[in-house]
């Protein structure tokens, strides 16, 4: 289990790199770290585990039992939270990822990232492709179309203009 979590926390902080324009927060990268840190407190209550079987002493582990019932609660206790602020993540992500398509014009950085975004997620837009119509790109190609990283990949002659959503 300890080394599911450090693959999941490394892929985390890996496939970072990818969004880190959007999750401009300087806290987007707290879960993947606790994510490893579980993972070595993970390790470590394994190891006395192992240690007071094999030992066949009731003090380690009835300390072993201790320690999973404190790590129960405390999972409990997260996934409450997570409950309980799901909306808020929801709204400043949104808030995030509507000001970087806001920047977007083709050639900057961003641009790249929503591009990139777009594609890998199959998405176009924060929540569909209208979002792209308050952007300033939009109203400054003037032919009414969006991105072609909108468009679906398995169609071919896309234009990214709003007249064929089907292909978006």
Not at 9 to 36: C, E, H, M
Not at 72 to 79: C, G, K, P, R
Not at 84 to 113: C, L, W
Request: net charge neutral; proline share 2%.
């Amino acid at each position: 289990a300890a080394a599911g979590l450090s693959y999941v926390g490394a892929y985390v902080i890996n496939t970072y790199r990818s969004y880190d324009n959007f999750l401009q927060d300087k806290y987007a990268l707290l879960p993947a770290v606790i994510i490893i840190c579980v993972a070595v407190v993970m390790f470590a209550i394994g190891l006395i585990g192992c240690c007071a079987t094999f030992r066949e002493s009731r003090v380690g582990l009835g300390l072993f039992l201790a320690i999973i019932l404190v790590i129960f609660i405390a999972e409990v206790s997260a996934f409450v939270l997570g409950f309980v602020y799901r909306e808020k993540v929801k709204t400043d992500v949104q808030g995030t990822m509507r000001s970087v398509f806001e920047q977007y014009d083709g050639k900057n950085p961003e641009s790249r990232v929503v591009d990139y975004l777009q594609e890998q997620l199959h998405c176009c837009g924060v929540k569909n492709y209208s979002d792209w119509t308050t952007t300033r790109w939009f109203n400054s190609t003037g032919n009414n179309s969006v991105p072609l990283s909108c468009c679906r990949q398995d169609a071919k002659n896309c234009t990214g203009l709003l007249d064929q959503p089907q292909e978006l």
